[in-house]
Nanobody
Framework: QVHLVESGGGLGQPGGSLRLSCAAS???????MGWYRQAPEKQREMVAR???????PYKDSVKGRFTISRDDAKNTVYLQMNSLTPEDTAVYYC???????????WGKGTLVTVSS
């Protein structure tokens, strides 16, 4: 089992940047790591994922603005968010998924609010 803890959320300015981190309790090397978000009264949606070989699919609306990365030595995944807009306001969740074991783990989320 993997325990995930997100950090780095808070208040961001429109056009500004925030960097989220997700620290795992164990090795993430065999997991697809992802960031998802859920805005008020909306369904949770995938923002970005990163596989163990570095493949990184993104939600269309964040392409070119957000960058996901992973440091397996530190068991940590990051989401660099640039050019923030109010539409990015949501609770951001970290996810770890293992294709072999079907283990699927979630953090408790970190709130990102984009407002002037």
């Amino acid at each position: 089992q993997v325990h995930l803890v997100e950090s780095g959320g808070g208040l961001g300015q429109p056009g500004g940047s925030l960097r989220l981190s997700c620290a795992a309790s164990g090795s993430i090397s065999r997991y697809i790591m992802g960031w998802y978000r859920q805005a008020p009264e909306k369904q949770r949606e995938m923002v970005a994922r990163i596989t163990s070989d570095g493949t990184t699919p993104y939600k269309d609306s964040v392409k070119g603005r957000f960058t996901i990365s992973r440091d397996d030595a530190k068991n940590t995944v990051y989401l660099q968010m640039n050019s923030l807009t109010p539409e990015d306001t949501a609770v951001y969740y970290c996810n770890a998924y293992n294709l072999v074991t079907r283990g699927d783990y979630w953090g408790k989320g970190t709130l990102v609010t984009v407002s002037s």
